[in-house]
């Protein structure tokens, strides 16, 4: 399989790596970059666990080509916590009990930032519509989406920019 | 959340200090940060990757496997079959003392249910094990198969698995767990009401975010670290020391990580294969399953068949019930001897019934391998019996939940596996559910106590 | 064999690409073409990616809509002139599935996928195809029949259709999760009325056969009637006719077509049933 120089942005940091022609983001980040945040749960698109932000969009790695993300700007959960600060939705999680096994945390977590990018004051219908694309088999739910609309009221009440 | 001190107050000392606190997980922070270490999170260079060559039949003979196709292709490193299994049985429950020896790590001879496993392929790319599998050829010979538990107990049924002889697994018992107690027919003979029904449902998949696997990598020293995702590491660890018959030291497991497991990953069915794949490769192997095994692969909850069969008086007394439990266990042992086992040992259920009588059988099919989840033999025997109690309830005009009363288990009386009640606590339980959902009971029954004998008619 | 991946600039040097090398197929958001490779299908061999932009394009002149087949979903429902369509748009999948889930490719989805696919039926559209032949705009009704048994190195450029008169488009989806999941059925349907009574009607179904179909018997049925539940009642029997569900782990053929009726009703009158 030909090998391909692909540059993109990981996490504000610029990266080249070197790709099997044919190879999916997820392969890219986690067997080439060493960022195994995003998990491997179904490669059917039907899970969530691999979500991912290219170029401000929710993107599933695992169905999406690494030669389309050639310059693009990828975002994971290694980026969410800047300068060692827990983001809102890393805090609310905790503090929810949102994460039991943890599996599907950081694909949740991805999907909720997503959201935030254009909705940052989401209604509880908002919450599952953004998340309906993420399976989680331990929580039922409920503490995830009430941990994403307490992360919103925490992060509206910090200001704008606060995501 | 709230402990609720009135009842068995005189019991308690009331000096528990985590209990009733909300406490943080201590894998938290490693879960929000994505750094929980799963399995397969480890950069590990020159990985060789697994894909499995699976029956297409449900049962069938193996008449030959021509493997050289795949053994050429670009990137194969090696190609497993029976042959290279050192003690090629699946053991699980051998290992304490229950399980029968009833199936091959792969299949040689028979395959008995679709997707057993047969060809194993260790390539450098999960693309050119995939490439390679389709390319392994196997003659079969097709034989006819059973799906249905009764089917498969009438004489003149295909014999699923020729180690038992029989399509069932025969406890010391006989054909069927049992649980007697008093004389059911004349429990009938003394009964109101009668009521006989039917309940079943299909076997149940666990269905983790995770799907199982493990990856493999050699040390020095002839020893190997397997990173896995199982849910009994130690039962794994001695599993795979006995089917490659390599003392345990040999064999390094690192698990304890799982990304949900629901009773799905106690079946090690990927450590033994995946470990082999490096001793004979030499180099770390990954074996894990794709979405499409995880579902329709590894081991459901076993699907079972249950005729509830009980004698109630007006009063709302139960005073026989005769349950016949047949439980699916697909084409080979794994868990569900055991399960089955425990669905006798649960029914009646936790009321106090004078005659009882209860058979439980494990049966073979030619369908996936049942296995544990969370509460196998007990989930469904608990669905079956508490739809029941509606209708017995619905039958004889009493409420639902005065009905349960009624027949709730006390201390001191004789359950149905002659065992007396201790510590009973399903009217105090009951009392509580009814206060809080404001289901208006009969006072009398908010008057009674598990401690208190049951009044005699 | 192995894997690789071509880009293209021209649709044209794709197609010839395309003709030449079995295993190679256009890859638009992926969801369904990457997901098969992923699932061990060895007989994709290369992705063909094609960057011409016009592909990506959403343009509207004299009242003609044309969305280029790499439009996404997510595109569409960011359109500020395509709200009245974004209930089509919005149940394909999840947020992600969204954002790469692409028109074009939506026309190939099997059953019970293809929802998109359903409404487009319904507006009259007409897809232009790229071929070893040429340029070609075949009616969409015509791509479904022929869909399973196309030449290859065939590559759908875009459809378009004529903007619907406001209010008359109406679109639903019935599945058994919510707020995502595969159809037991969607429906399409635009209705104009005249003089209170059905002047012309486009109804398609989702997931009532092998692609979306048209409900041509129940159209043709309506018209000249008054959209009142006697209407229905009476006309019922034609709305199954010509439908051949798939059974499968959504809902089985017979269920498909016992709630059909019932979802048409809400669907045709919301004031009633909705
Ligand atoms: C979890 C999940 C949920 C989904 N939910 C839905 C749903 O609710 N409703 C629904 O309708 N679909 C659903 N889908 C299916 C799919 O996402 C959509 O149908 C989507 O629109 C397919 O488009 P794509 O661009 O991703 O196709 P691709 O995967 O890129 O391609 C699909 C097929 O079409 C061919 N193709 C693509 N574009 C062209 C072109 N321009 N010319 C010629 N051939 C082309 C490809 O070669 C391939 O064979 C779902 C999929 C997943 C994984
Ligand atoms: S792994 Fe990508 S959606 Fe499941
Ligand atoms: S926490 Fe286990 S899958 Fe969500």
Same mark, same amino acid.
């Given at each position: 399989?030909?090998?391909?120089?692909?540059?993109?942005?990981?996490?504000?940091?610029?990266r080249?790596?070197?790709?099997?022609?044919?190879?999916?983001?997820?392969?890219?980040?986690?067997?080439?970059?060493?960022?195994?945040? @995003?998990?491997?749960?179904?490669?059917?698109g039907? /899970? +969530?666990? $691999? =979500?991912?932000?290219?170029d401000? *969009?929710?993107?599933?790695?695992?169905?999406?080509?690494?030669?389309?993300?050639?310059?693009?700007?990828?975002?994971?959960?290694?980026?969410?916590?800047?300068?060692?600060?827990?983001?809102?939705?890393?805090? @609310?999680?905790?503090?929810?009990?949102?994460?039991? /096994? +943890?599996? $599907? =945390?950081?694909?949740?977590?991805? *999907?909720?930032?997503?959201?935030?990018?254009?909705?940052?004051?989401?209604?509880?219908?908002?919450?599952?519509?953004?998340?309906?694309?993420n399976?989680?088999?331990?929580?039922?739910?409920?503490?995830?989406?009430?941990?994403?609309l307490?992360?919103?009221?925490?992060?509206?009440?910090?200001?704008?920019?606060?995501? | 959340?709230?402990?609720?001190?009135?009842?068995?107050?005189?019991?308690?000392?009331?000096?528990?200090?985590?209990?009733?606190?909300?406490?943080?997980?201590?894998?938290?922070?490693?879960?929000?940060?994505?750094?929980?270490?799963?399995?397969?999170?480890?950069?590990?260079?020159?990985?060789?990757?697994?894909?499995?060559v699976?029956?297409?039949?449900?049962?069938?003979?193996?008449?030959?496997?021509?493997?050289?196709?795949?053994e050429?292709?670009?990137?194969?490193?090696?190609?497993?079959?029976?042959?290279?299994?050192?003690?090629?049985?699946?053991?699980?429950?051998?290992?304490?003392?229950?399980?029968?020896?009833?199936?091959?790590?792969?299949?040689?001879?028979?395959?008995?249910?679709?997707?057993?496993?047969?060809?194993?392929?260790?390539?450098?790319?999960?693309?050119?094990?995939?490439?390679?599998?389709?390319?392994?050829?196997i003659?079969?010979?097709?034989?006819?198969?059973?799906?249905?538990?009764?089917?498969?107990?009438?004489p003149?049924?295909?014999?699923?698995n020729?180690?038992?002889?029989?399509?069932?697994?025969?406890?010391?018992?006989?054909?069927?767990?049992?649980?007697?107690?008093?004389?059911?027919?004349?429990?009938?003979?003394?009964?109101?009401?009668?009521?006989?029904?039917?309940?079943?449902a299909?076997?149940?998949?666990?269905?983790?975010?995770?799907?199982?696997?493990c990856?493999?990598?050699?040390?020095?020293?002839?020893?190997?670290t397997?990173?896995?995702?199982?849910?009994a590491?130690?039962?794994?660890?001695?599993n795979?020391?006995?089917?490659?018959?390599?003392?345990?030291?040999?064999?390094?497991?690192?698990?304890?990580?799982?990304?949900?497991?629901?009773?799905?990953?106690?079946?090690?069915?990927?450590?033994?294969?995946?470990?082999?794949?490096?001793?004979?490769?030499?180099?770390?192997?990954?074996?894990?399953?794709?979405?499409?095994?995880?579902?329709?692969?590894?081991?459901p909850r076993?699907?079972?068949?249950?005729?509830?069969?009980?004698g109630v008086?007006?009063?709302?007394?139960?005073?026989?019930?005769?349950?016949?439990?047949?439980?699916?266990?697909?084409?080979?042992?794994?868990?569900t001897?055991?399960?089955?086992?425990?669905?006798?040992?649960?029914?009646?259920?936790?009321?106090?019934?004078?005659?009882?009588?209860?058979?439980?059988?494990?049966?073979?099919?030619?369908?996936?391998?049942?296995?544990?989840?969370?509460?196998?033999?007990v989930?469904?025997?608990?669905?079956?019996?508490?739809?029941?109690?509606?209708?017995?309830?619905?039958?004889?005009?009493?409420?639902?939940?005065?009905?349960?009363?009624?027949?709730?288990?006390r201390?001191?009386?004789?359950k149905?596996?002659?065992?007396?009640?201790?510590?009973?606590?399903?009217?105090?339980?009951?009392?509580?559910?009814?206060?809080?959902?404001?289901?208006?009971?009969?006072?009398?029954?908010?008057?009674?106590?598990?401690?208190?004998?049951?009044?005699?008619? | 064999?192995?894997?690789?991946?071509?880009?293209?600039?021209?649709?044209?040097?794709a197609?010839?690409?395309?003709?030449?090398?079995?295993?190679?197929?256009?890859v638009?958001?992926?969801?369904?073409?990457?997901?098969r490779?992923?699932?061990?299908?060895?007989?994709?061999?290369?992705?063909?990616?094609?960057?011409?932009?016009?592909?990506?394009?959403?343009?509207?002149a004299?009242?003609?809509i044309?969305?280029?087949?790499?439009?996404?979903?997510?595109?569409?429902?960011?359109?500020?002139?395509?709200?009245?369509?974004a209930?089509?748009?919005?149940?394909?999948?999840g947020?992600?599935?969204?954002?790469a889930?692409t028109?074009?490719g939506?026309?190939?989805?099997?059953?019970?996928?293809?929802?998109?696919g359903?409404?487009?039926?319904?507006?009259?559209?007409?897809?232009?195809?790229?071929?070893?032949?040429?340029?070609?705009?075949?009616p969409?009704?015509e791509?479904?029949?022929?869909r399973?048994?196309?030449?290859?190195?065939?590559?759908?450029?875009?459809?378009?259709?004529?903007?619907?008169e406001?209010?008359?488009?109406?679109?639903v989806?019935?599945?058994?999760?919510?707020?995502?999941?595969?159809?037991?059925?969607?429906?399409?349907?635009?209705?104009?009325?005249?003089?209170?009574?059905?002047?012309?009607?486009?109804?398609a179904?989702?997931a009532?056969?092998?692609?979306?179909?048209?409900?041509s018997?129940?159209?043709?049925?309506?018209?000249?009637?008054?959209?009142?539940?006697?209407?229905?009642?009476?006309?019922?029997?034609?709305?199954?006719?010509?439908?051949?569900?798939?059974?499968?782990?959504?809902?089985?053929?017979?269920?498909?077509?016992?709630?059909?009726?019932v979802h048409?009703?809400?669907?045709?009158?919301?004031?009633?049933d909705?």
């Amino acid at each position: 399989m030909a090998k391909i120089p692909l540059h993109f942005i990981l996490n504000g940091e610029e990266r080249a790596e070197f790709v099997d022609s044919g190879a999916t983001l997820l392969r890219l980040l986690r067997d080439k970059t060493g960022d195994l945040t @995003a998990k491997s749960g179904c490669l059917q698109g039907t /899970c +969530g666990t $691999c =979500t991912v932000l290219v170029d401000g *969009a929710p993107r599933l790695s695992c169905i999406t080509l690494a030669e389309d993300c050639d310059g693009a700007d990828v975002e994971t959960v290694a980026g969410l916590a800047a300068h060692g600060q827990l983001h809102p939705l890393q805090h @609310a999680v905790m503090e929810h009990f949102a994460a039991q /096994c +943890g599996f $599907c =945390t950081p694909g949740m977590l991805m *999907a909720a930032k997503a959201l935030f990018l254009t909705n940052p004051r989401p209604s509880r219908e908002d919450v599952v519509e953004a998340l309906s694309g993420n399976i989680c088999r331990c929580t039922g739910y409920e503490p995830i989406i009430q941990a994403v609309l307490s992360a919103a009221q925490v992060m509206s009440a910090s200001g704008p920019g606060a995501a | 959340m709230e402990i609720r001190k009135k009842y068995f107050a005189d019991e308690r000392n009331d000096d528990l200090k985590e209990i009733g606190q909300s406490r943080q997980r201590s894998d938290a922070l490693g879960h929000v940060k994505g750094i929980t270490p799963f399995y397969a999170d480890r950069a590990i260079p020159g990985l060789l990757h697994i894909r499995m060559v699976r029956s297409p039949h449900h049962h069938a003979r193996i008449l030959g496997i021509d493997a050289s196709r795949a053994e050429r292709h670009p990137g194969v490193r090696r190609v497993i079959t029976a042959r290279d299994v050192p003690h090629n049985v699946y053991t699980v429950l051998s290992l304490i003392n229950i399980g029968p020896e009833d199936e091959p790590v792969l299949a040689f001879d028979k395959v008995r249910w679709q997707g057993e496993p047969i060809v194993c392929i260790v390539a450098d790319s999960e693309r050119a094990a995939y490439e390679a599998a389709q390319l392994v050829q196997i003659a079969y010979e097709e034989l006819p198969a059973v799906f249905d538990v009764e089917e498969a107990l009438k004489p003149g049924a295909p014999l699923v698995n020729e180690y038992h002889g029989q399509n069932y697994y025969r406890y010391d018992s006989g054909e069927s767990r049992k649980v007697i107690l008093g004389d059911v027919e004349k429990g009938f003979a003394e009964a109101d009401f009668i009521l006989e029904q039917r309940y079943q449902a299909s076997p149940i998949e666990q269905a983790p975010t995770e799907t199982t696997g493990c990856v493999v990598v050699p040390d020095q020293n002839n020893r190997f670290t397997c990173y896995t995702g199982t849910q009994a590491v130690f039962f794994t660890l001695d599993n795979s020391s006995v089917i490659l018959q390599v003392p345990g030291q040999q064999l390094h497991f690192v698990g304890g990580t799982a990304g949900g497991g629901f009773g799905g990953k106690v079946d090690c069915t990927t450590e033994p294969i995946a470990i082999l794949a490096s001793m004979l490769t030499g180099r770390p192997v990954s074996y894990i399953y794709n979405r499409y095994e995880e579902m329709q692969i590894s081991s459901p909850r076993a699907a079972e068949r249950i005729y509830l069969k009980d004698g109630v008086m007006k009063d709302g007394r139960i005073v026989a019930r005769q349950v016949r439990c047949y439980v699916d266990s697909g084409a080979y042992s794994r868990h569900t001897p055991y399960g089955t086992q425990k669905a006798a040992a649960h029914f009646p259920g936790p009321y106090t019934i004078p005659n009882v009588r209860i058979d439980c059988y494990c049966v073979y099919t030619n369908r996936t391998p049942s296995s544990a989840m969370r509460g196998f033999g007990v989930t469904i025997g608990d669905f079956a019996l508490e739809v029941q109690m509606d209708k017995l309830a619905r039958l004889i005009g009493m409420d639902p939940l005065e009905f349960r009363f009624v027949n709730a288990y006390r201390d001191g009386d004789m359950k149905a596996h002659h065992q007396p009640t201790e510590g009973a606590a399903l009217i105090e339980c009951m009392q509580e559910a009814a206060e809080w959902a404001d289901w208006p009971v009969d006072p009398r029954c908010m008057a009674m106590s598990s401690r208190e004998p049951r009044r005699q008619p | 064999m192995g894997l690789s991946y071509r880009r293209f600039e021209k649709v044209s040097a794709a197609t010839s690409f395309l003709t030449e090398e079995a295993g190679a197929c256009v890859v638009g958001g992926g969801t369904l073409l990457v997901r098969r490779v992923n699932e061990g299908d060895a007989a994709v061999t290369t992705y063909v990616r094609v960057c011409d932009p016009e592909m990506k394009r959403i343009d509207e002149a004299d009242g003609r809509i044309r969305l280029g087949a790499l439009v996404t979903m997510a595109q569409l429902l960011g359109h500020p002139g395509l709200q009245w369509l974004a209930p089509a748009a919005r149940i394909v999948g999840g947020p992600a599935i969204r954002s790469a889930a692409t028109v074009g490719g939506n026309l190939f989805a099997a059953s019970p996928y293809g929802d998109f696919g359903v409404a487009l039926l319904a507006l009259g559209a007409v897809v232009t195809v790229h071929g070893a032949v040429g340029v070609e705009e075949w009616p969409l009704a015509e791509f479904f029949a022929r869909r399973d048994s196309l030449p290859a190195g065939l590559i759908v450029t875009s459809v378009a259709f004529t903007r619907p008169e406001a209010g008359t488009f109406r679109f639903v989806k019935a599945s058994r999760v919510k707020p995502k999941g595969a159809a037991i059925v969607s429906i399409a349907a635009v209705i104009a009325r005249d003089a209170g009574r059905v002047g012309a009607a486009r109804i398609a179904f989702g997931a009532m056969a092998g692609t979306p179909i048209r409900a041509s018997s129940f159209e043709r049925a309506l018209i000249g009637e008054q959209l009142i539940t006697a209407t229905l009642d009476r006309l019922e029997p034609h709305v199954t006719e010509g439908t051949t569900p798939p059974s499968d782990a959504i809902a089985s053929a017979w269920y498909r077509q016992a709630v059909l009726p019932v979802h048409l009703r809400r669907l045709l009158l919301p004031e009633i049933d909705g």
